[in-house]
């Protein structure tokens, strides 16, 4: 395996995923993206043909300007609208525009401006702004209706303006005016239709890629019906980016629906004469018109739906480390990543990673030395990795799937499982090898530890979508299935490669997952 065969793989999984997640969200919504994958894609694959050496680096310089480039600055202008700061998200959002002028990309830099004008009192020219771009026709369009309506504090009438203009089919495909209709819902206390309206849109509110977006319509619900915890949890997650404002806004609407209006007072006043001017509006139509009390209005189906909707937040917060309000840390994780690490260090020191004398002093598993009698060599070569790609690469998929897999089992069986994969996946390479069944006659690596991982996950997951039938289960198990297809065909079509050692690594912790998640 060397770099161009990995970008090659790398550029085309990518390019497919996204003209597949994007035709499945709204194939007329994201034709750049669309176009802008087939274009990498087709690229990368004539490259492949006339230049087979460079295709790699090729297609790899076009991904990142035009795919990877664009992805983490849209990234970067929602985390900056997040914290009010729509300045600076304006200035970077016209420079994505450069590189993706589609999709309203194009438009988005004016939205943005105006947010601005309105956070500073001119609201006058911010609402010239909205009026030039409004559309029920597009997805700009609609977002510049509906924060029009917003800035204004107009939210029956963006009620009846969605009721009245947008269909289904729209809103399913248009996440950001689904989220104002929500909280359109809540702001004009109609709460059971605001429950009914998430149970209804629930697969498409999973579609979600964004899972600031996904949570922020989350926050809506949880802070309209009072539940003030689910909402700090939320806002010290993924919404941690909020500004302190914003955050507080939100948690004194959630104890204003829970009738705590004292504490919420306190919290509307501290807040009522900040700089930002949307904000002090909104203030004051809290403290003149406070949001309905939750627990009068909402009927038993709807504290189902929020019972169901919290059920579903708490399993995402299992997997990533998120159960309480303080996030905990993979230290297992990160102990053997510097582990590795420093093995990795000493191999350069020692002779060099890919000198192979040097790895077999190391430990290298050689399965005839192996039934010699040197069985540290079981051990030892999960901890050896041949380059610096090499180790690269594991230690992400170490990364990414041992913290899930130690917040879900604990620190001790985490280590337990990681090292019977290392050991069990190294074991399996040299009987098939010594039986004839591989080839694989010297293998360094923790591929076999991380693939053990990833069946150990997939096991939970298993188990997990058996016990409460979550959604997020189900979605996170295909995902995985999918994940676990893609590496066969990888391993399969990639020199170099120990089938053997990632199969049997992930049959490994596929059931020690299975029996330690039990226990």
Known sequence: MDLNHLLIWLVCLSCVSTIVNAALISAKNNRGWIAISVVVLSVTAISAYATPAAAG????????????????????????????????????AKFISLLHPADGWRERPELLRALELAQNGNFAEASAILERHKSAQTPTGRSAIAT????????????????????????????????????????????????????????????????????????????????????????????????????????????????????????????????????????????????????????????????????????????????????????????????????????????????????????????????AGEWWRLFAAAFLHYGFLHLALNMLGLYLFGRLVEFAIGLPRFVLLYFTSAIGSMLAVTFMSLKGYSQTNFAVGASGCVMGLVGAFAAILLLDWQRKKTRIAARSLRGIITLIVLQVIFDLTTPQISFVGHTSGLIVGFFVGLLLKKI
Do not use: H
Not at 57 to 84: C, E, H, M
Not at 255 to 267: M, N, W
């Open 148 to 371: 029009l309506y917003q800035i204004e504090g107009r939210w029956e009438d963006l009620l009846l303006w969605v009721q009245d203009n947008l269909s289904a089919e729209t809103l399913r495909k248009d996440f950001d005016t689904l989220n104002s209709y929500l909280r359109a819902l809540g702001e004009t206390g109609n709460l059971n239709s605001m429950l009914l309206t998430w149970e209804r849109y629930e697969r498409t509110f999973e579609k979600i890629l964004n899972i600031r977006t996904r949570n922020l319509a989350r926050l809506f619900v949880f802070a309209f019906c009072g539940e003030t915890q689910q909402v700090m949890k939320l806002l010290s997650s993924s919404l941690f980016n909020y500004s302190d404002t914003i955050k507080i806004f939100w948690l004194a609407t959630a104890d204003q629906a829970a009738g705590k209006d004292i504490i919420a007072r306190e919290q509307f006043l501290s807040i009522s004469d900040g700089s930002d001017l949307r904000i002090q509006k909104a203030v004051a139509r809290r403290l003149s018109n406070p949001v309905v009390e939750a627990e009068t209005v909402l009927t038993e189906r709807s504290k189902q739906i929020l019972s169901r909707i919290s059920t579903e937040m708490e399993s995402e917060a299992r997997y990533n480390g998120r159960v309480g309000v303080k996030p905990r840390q993979p230290f297992a994780t990160y102990l053997i990543i510097g582990l590795n690490l420093l093995v990795f260090g000493l191999e350069v020191k020692l002779g060099g990673s890919t000198n192979l004398d040097n790895l077999y002093n190391l430990g290298a598993l050689v399965p005839k030395e192996v039934v």
């Open 57 to 92: 680096l090729i297609g790899g310089f076009l991904w990142v300007i035009l795919i990877v480039a664009p992805n983490i600055g849209n990234r970067k202008v929602d985390q900056l609208s997040a914290q009010q700061n729509f300045g600076q998200a304006s200035k970077l």
